[in-house]
């Protein structure tokens, strides 16, 4: 701040001087209250959440709320299928994007020659728009009678919901993961390469770790897109509020995620009833496991080693 | 004494660009030699001719021969990676890899399955280190950060990570560049003792430095080879004018 102000002053005739503070006072102000609001915000709509749901948590026994039995028609709101639900479908989800996308971002940042990387990259930014809706119809008519056909008893199942959520959220890991291979600096594959590692040695042993708390930061935010997604599920995942058996069939039977769950329910509940605030509660849970996995991530760049990378990157 | 490298006809492009133009050249074994020139004449282009890295880069084309012990690093059969086990390089910029000195060091050793055992590896790795001159400044700290270390340090370990794979020659562009005048003169103490094992080939805009450290010089042009001689002769008395006139302008 002291730093800009005298270059400034150095650059500038002494009678602009002043203006050019004002307009950086202006500037530091809008951005302090951005910065501000959108705390004040998450946490405005965190106290709203509790408002709301808190009644589901005191009115109801904790061991009720996370039962196995989901029916609010019977006041039955055990939360455990739809964790189970929301569970199998991210598990399958970050199970098939994961490899997917970073494979992808190491061929197009790494491998592929300029010409095709320059196909690729438009084409998978507007992956990332086409509108979740539309994927979920395309899930559903196309994708659910090719499960069926292989053997699943319905086509709407937890593995439709994680390959439409895998598909999601590659462009997210794509894209990120390639920024973050390109941030690595040139010199560490030229030494690799120099001392004799062929180029898959010195994208397997340099370039990935270095690289590492972006690749992790790719992962989460893909992660994030495809907890948080709701229609494209609802239409696929056949949306039946049972704990999953498990066993190998996991993944081929229908589930309900929580937010199917909250989109679905919502409309057709009194407001202030018990399920009302429980569907609330189910926002909370949510909220929390988001902000768990944003923790994790941040653990997971901090940790010891990668910081020393980061700074590599800027040698 | 033997030729290590001897380039013949050799030319190299980029696209169209003519980088190098028809060189002959013999690199002496177990010798120092110093490359310099001003800046773009192709010093760091021929550098990374002799061991292949511009291969790396797109659109380059080579024309001529380059033997390596007698082999041409050129003709179609050979195989680059290996033939950068045995002609490693050194960059003009320090650049450990974001891992322990340790891990730096085992890292050659490690991709060409040299050292199967750990204590080979610890061998191995202490030898390097001990090679490079840095042992005695980080043997308690084999596990800390590469990225830790001053630049001098750096380097050093940058050369201690060539030397692991057992090279038949060290490439180094500019190794010092990066570098302040005591950590140069320590790089260049090494270098002399590393000559007894290895042929050196250097790049350096310093005269003073190729002076010191060199046995022998060539001075390169606009992508030609103007002279080339021992170092005192080049330096006492050189043949062509413009190699005169670069040494006599850059030291008055
Ligand atoms: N990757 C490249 N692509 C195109 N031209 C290059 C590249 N690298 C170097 N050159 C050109 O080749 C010439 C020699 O460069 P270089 O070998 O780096 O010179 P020096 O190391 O002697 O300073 C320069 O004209 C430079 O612009
Ligand atoms: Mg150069």
Not at chain 1, 128 to 142: H, K, Q, R, T
Not at chain 1, 288 to 293: G, K, M, T
Not at chain 2, 230 to 244: D, Y
Request: aromatic share 8%; charged share 15%.
């Amino acid at each position: 701040m002291a730093v800009v102000q005298k270059s400034s002053q150095i650059d500038a005739p002494t009678d602009a001087t002043s203006q050019t503070n004002w307009g950086e006072w202006f500037i530091e102000g809008v951005i302090k209250v951005a910065g501000i609001s959108s705390i004040v915000i998450i946490g405005l709509i965190f106290l709203f959440l509790l408002r709301e749901g808190l009644p589901a948590f005191l009115d109801i026994p904790l061991r009720q709320l996370f039962g196995t039995r989901w029916y609010p028609i019977e006041d039955a709101f055990g939360m455990a299928p739809l964790l189970a639900g929301s569970l199998i479908v991210t598990v399958g989800a970050v199970v098939i994007a994961l490899p997917l996308g970073l494979t992808t971002a190491i061929y197009m940042g790494e491998i592929a020659p300029p010409w095709q990387r320059e196909i690729l990259k438009p084409i998978i930014e507007v992956l990332a728009g086409i509108p979740s809706i539309v994927l979920g119809f395309l899930g559903w008519i196309a994708l659910a009678p090719l499960i069926q056909r292989l053997g699943a008893p319905t086509g709407l199942t937890a593995f439709t919901g994680s390959l439409i959520l895998a598909y999601m959220s590659l462009p997210t890991i794509i894209s990120i993961a390639e920024d973050a291979l390109y941030a690595v600096p040139k010199e560490y594959r030229g030494g690799a390469l120099a001392i004799g590692a062929t180029q898959w040695q010195s994208i397997w042993r340099v370039v990935l770790p270095a690289a590492r708390p972006g690749l992790v930061i790719a992962v989460m935010l893909g992660i994030g897109r495809a907890i948080g997604e709701t229609m494209a599920v609802m239409m696929v995942t056949g949306n039946a509020a049972n704990i999953p058996s498990l066993g190998s069939g996991i993944f081929f039977q229908p589930v309900r995620t929580m937010t199917a769950t909250i989109a679905a329910e919502m409309g057709e509940v009194a407001q202030g009833s018990l399920h009302y605030s429980t569907l609330f509660a189910i926002g909370i849970v949510l909220f929390v496991i988001s902000f768990a996995i944003n923790w994790l991530a941040g653990r997971l760049v901090g940790m010891k080693g990668m910081r020393r990378s980061r700074r590599g990157g800027m040698l | 004494m033997n030729n290590k490298i001897e380039v013949r006809e050799f030319s190299f492009y980029y696209g169209a660009f003519q980088a190098l133009k028809n060189l002959y050249l013999d690199i002496r074994e177990n010798a120092i030699t110093a490359l310099i020139g001003p800046s773009g004449c192709g010093k760091s282009t021929f550098l990374r001719c002799l061991n292949r890295m511009n291969d790396t880069i797109r659109g380059t084309r080579a024309e001529g021969q380059v033997f390596f012990d007698g082999r041409d690093i050129y003709a179609p059969a050979v195989d680059v990676v290996e033939l950068r086990q045995h002609i490693g390089m050194v960059f003009q910029r320090p650049n450990p890899f974001p891992q322990s000195i340790y891990d730096n060091v085992a890292f050659g050793p490690r991709v060409v399955g040299m050292a199967a055992r750990r204590s080979e590896l610890d061998r191995l790795v202490q030898e390097s280190l001990e090679g490079a001159a840095l042992w005695d400044e980080v043997k308690h700290r084999l596990r800390d950060s590469a990225l830790d270390l001053n630049p001098g340090q750096q380097q050093r370990l940058c050369i201690a990570r060539t030397i692991a794979v057992k090279p038949k020659v060290i490439l180094m562009d500019e190794p010092c560049s990066a570098l302040d005048p005591v950590a140069t003169l320590s790089v260049e103490d090494l270098m002399r003792r590393l000559a007894q094992e290895y042929t050196i080939v250097i790049v350096t805009h310093n005269m003073q430095q190729a002076a010191r450290a060199s046995h022998y010089t060539g001075f390169f042009w606009l992508g030609e080879l103007v002279e080339f001689n021992t170092t005192e002769n080049l330096f006492s008395a050189p043949k062509a004018p413009l190699t005169e006139a670069y040494i006599t302008g850059r030291r008055g």
